[in-house]
């Protein structure tokens, strides 16, 4: 079975909690709930009450009619059969609406945890772990969990009405109750044995669940990468594969839940057949009336249908303990970015420092070694080199996105690990390289970062930027709907939109991280005059591809597997011929104006 389970091994963050641990967490998002779970309690016992009351009522009527046959005693018949069923109908709603509300709620208030707790995660968390495995474990693990208090519920109810109903037959026959009582045991051993089989089958079959969600939500996102290249079949001879290995495992689910049953119902058989022989022997010695017979024979069915419900239980109990170990593990999962106090700042000049700054992704992957760099507030710094030099990787850091292994980073004087990051990063503008734009309006998407912006301050925000002449180009302004993701704009379009979002929050500290790398020339120009006003009397990290974006910084750090191998300005690091020079003359010269005109003279 292998090859069955190939690419589903448990998450680095999942972890293991034994069932006692599981309940009590469960029980723990329930205890909100208890009113509506005493009036489910309630509505239980008197459901199981009734439901026992029924066939005892029908045994008694049987002697009855034996008895002395009346029109009388068939109408009392009716009519109580009439009425205990309606009451036992009216007791099982009551039970049904009130589990759903208190269910629906619990699993209201896990998603919103599971959630929560998304949110909260660090940036690394994302680079390690697929989304769309995350989104599985917010919805349908968090609905797989929630089914199992129906369940317990439903079992609750048909075990009270069997110890109601087994308590009146030993009244009736000791004997025979013994002999229905000896080949429990056996039944539920053979259920509780399964547990563990059980468990092991769920958790894989929700984990290549997630896989399929994972591949599903790739393949939309990336739809349109797909038919460009038309790779369109390739995607879906991926999906095959991923849709068979998910075949297989819930068909080895299937089997595995299938197979439990007719061992049940075999003992289940047995013991019927025991009963049956000597329920003949006693009432041909008289020791049996009709009714306690009928009586017998009905307890029978209500009897062996908990205990071998105990199987059909557990399978899907053992889905929702799996569900939810699968979304605790989400919830307890530890940051790695991690705060050592919560000082807020009362203003940010924006005086930056790193000093000895150990920084690797992976064990393997060491990017920054004992890394110094002093950046004055206020000043312009370009940082440029090959990829992988570590560039990116100082933006991310003074972000707070990731933590870093060894040394300090100060802001202001202040340790970064002993900031609120709420409120420093609503000091702190970024604008990537591909930015990203929720679904709503130019309008929303420039707000985002500062929800309580008037519509006149966001127009001023997005007039910064080119003197507001893209807005022109927009069919309906700033209420042009962005689409999902921005599609329904081109590549500068969005980053225009972004620029103008940072604008809008006013940033102390300003990162741009290759944002014109992959614009036109002329959106470019509208930036770069946005990017005039961003940059003045804030400190800036400029990450760059285009010649336009460093020359005119106030420093240039010249980086190479993470240490500074250069710094200047542009042209006195030109003039000092060394490896920024050799990266001017190989990537940025042809973006001069002055390498414009020449080629201009020789075409012309």
Excluded: C
């Excluded at 068979?244 to 061992?263: C, D, E, K, M, V």
């Excluded at 302004?477 to 999902?484: F, I, K, N, R, Y």
């Amino acid at each position: 079975m292998g090859f069955i389970m190939d690419g589903l091994d448990a998450e680095e963050y999942d972890r293991q909690y034994n069932d006692r641990d599981l309940v009590k967490r469960i029980m723990a998002y329930f205890r909100p709930e208890a009113p509506r779970m005493l009036a489910v309690s309630v509505a239980i016992f008197l459901t199981s009450l009734v439901n026992t009351g029924l066939p005892i009522f029908i045994s008694d009527i049987i002697d009855r009619i034996a008895a002395n046959p009346t029109a009388q005693l068939l109408v009392l018949a009716l009519v109580g059969v009439i009425v205990i069923s309606t009451l036992g109908w009216v007791f099982n709603a009551i039970r049904q609406w009130q589990s759903a509300a208190a269910v629906g709620n619990v699993t209201l208030r896990m998603r919103q945890d599971a959630t929560d707790a998304v949110l909260r995660r660090d940036l690394s968390f994302y680079d390690s772990f697929p989304s769309g495995k995350i989104v599985s474990r917010v919805t349908s693990d968090t609905q797989a969990f929630s089914s199992v208090v129906s369940l317990a519920t439903d079992l609750m109810s048909q075990i009270l009405l069997v110890f109601l109903l087994v308590g009146y037959l030993f009244t009736i026959s000791v004997p025979m109750t013994l002999i229905m009582l000896a080949l429990a045991p056996f039944i539920v051993a053979a259920a509780l044995a399964f547990r563990r089989i059980a468990r092991n089958t769920v958790t894989q079959s929700r984990r290549v669940n997630a896989v399929v969600s994972s591949h599903i939500q790739e393949t939309v996102s990336g739809i349109r990468i797909a038919k460009t290249f038309r790779q369109e079949q390739a995607v879906y001879d991926e999906f095959l594969d991923v849709n068979a290995q998910s075949y297989r495992i819930n068909l080895r689910t299937g089997y595995t839940f299938s197979s439990i049953f007719p061992i049940l119902n075999l003992l289940a058989g047995l013991g019927t057949a025991a009963l049956v022989y000597f329920g003949v022997i006693r009432a041909q010695e008289g020791g049996l009336t009709a009714g306690q017979w009928f009586l017998f024979i009905q307890g029978l069915q209500l009897f062996w249908f908990p205990l071998t419900s105990i199987a059909s239980f557990w399978s899907q109990f053992q889905l929702g303990l799996a569900a939810g170990e699968r979304v605790f593990a989400l919830i307890d999962n530890d940051p790695k970015v991690i705060q050592i106090d919560h000082k807020v700042l009362p203003e940010i000049n924006g005086e930056i420092r790193f000093e000895q700054v150990n920084f690797r992704y992976t064990d393997k992957e060491q990017v920054l070694e004992d890394f110094s760099l002093t950046i004055p507030a206020g000043q312009t710094l370009a940082l440029v080199g090959h990829t992988g030099s570590g560039k990116s990787s100082i933006g991310k850091l003074i972000a707070r996105f990731y933590e870093f292994q060894g040394g300090r980073i100060l802001i202001d004087g202040a340790d970064i690990r002993e900031l609120d990051l709420q409120a420093y990063h609503s000091k702190l503008g970024i604008v990537t390289q591909t930015p990203f734009l929720f679904d709503g309006t130019v309008m929303d998407n420039i707000r985002y970062g500062l929800a309580d912006a008037t519509d006149e301050a966001v127009r001023r925000a997005a007039e910064m930027v080119g003197n507001g002449d893209w807005l022109e180009a927009l069919p309906d302004g700033l209420a042009t709907e962005v689409g999902e993701r921005g599609s329904n704009l081109s590549m500068g379009q969005r980053q225009l939109v972004s620029l103008a979002r940072v604008l809008l929050q006013n940033p102390s500290i300003f990162i741009l991280d290759e944002a014109t790398a992959s614009v036109d020339p002329l959106t470019e120009t509208l930036i770069q005059e946005g990017l005039d006003v961003v940059l003045e009397h804030r400190t800036s990290i400029v990450i760059a591809h285009r010649l336009s974006t460093i020359k005119n910084a106030d420093r240039i750090i010249v980086l190479r597997e993470g240490e500074i191998i250069e710094e200047g300005t542009h042209d006195s690091l030109l003039r000092k011929g060394g490896y920024y020079a050799e990266l001017y003359n190989t990537y940025f010269r042809h973006q001069s104006l002055e390498y414009i005109e020449q080629i201009g003279e020789l075409t012309a």
